[in-house]
């Protein structure tokens, strides 16, 4: 919900590069550094962490605590916002890409019934086309700026409803 949230206010805006790198990006940045720092401070002060040469430190060091995982997945967004500000807009790309996410996203786990179609289908998507970028929480920022900016009708609600019901059973 907050990736999607994050998509409908962020997509919704017109930024030049430059200000989204010093404005936004570079925040978060500062922001995982000053919170990592503190966490690597309160691990070595409780035991939690041994000093192992300048490569562990560092390596904790970027990659902070666990729970920062979110603020590190909202640089990557807003890095591929003006990429993603093209996509949305226009309607019919919009909808291609989200129809594309949806395909690519929640096909190969709907195939883990299946080991073997779910290994092919990993193995096509990720090794062979190489197709990240629909994947994830990408899908999800674009489908906040949709729901934003269109709304779903009542046969897009429907279909929704349909497929939420389909899921629980399967």
């Known amino acids: 919900c907050f990736v999607m949230i994050s998509g409908s206010l962020f997509l919704s805006k017109d930024r030049n590069i430059g200000d ?3 404005k936004n990006i570079l925040k978060i940045v500062a922001i995982i550094a000053v919170w990592s720092f503190l966490y690597l401070i309160f691990r070595f002060c409780i035991g939690d962490f041994q000093y192992n040469g300048l490569k562990s430190l560092l390596s904790n060091f970027l990659m902070g605590n666990y729970h920062l995982w979110y603020l590190w997945m909202t640089v ?3 890095a591929v916002s003006p ?6 807009s226009d309607r019919k790309c919009e909808e291609y890409f989200l129809l594309l996410t949806a395909l690519v996203t929640f096909l190969p786990g709907m195939l883990e019934v299946v080991p073997v179609l779910d ?7 990720t090794e ?17 700026h949709y729901i934003n900016a269109y709304g779903l009708n009542e ?7 349909l497929l939420g019901i389909i899921g629980i059973f399967y």
């Open 155 to 161: 046969g897009k609600k429907k279909l929704l409803y």
């Open 20 to 22: 989204l790198y010093r």
């Open 119 to 125: 290994e092919l289908a990993q193995l096509i998507l």
């Open 83 to 88: 990429i993603l500000r093209k996509v949305v």
């Open 128 to 144: 062979k086309m190489f197709f990240f970028m629909p994947m994830g929480y990408v899908g999800y920022f674009v489908l906040g």
């Open 76 to 78: 990557g967004l807003y």
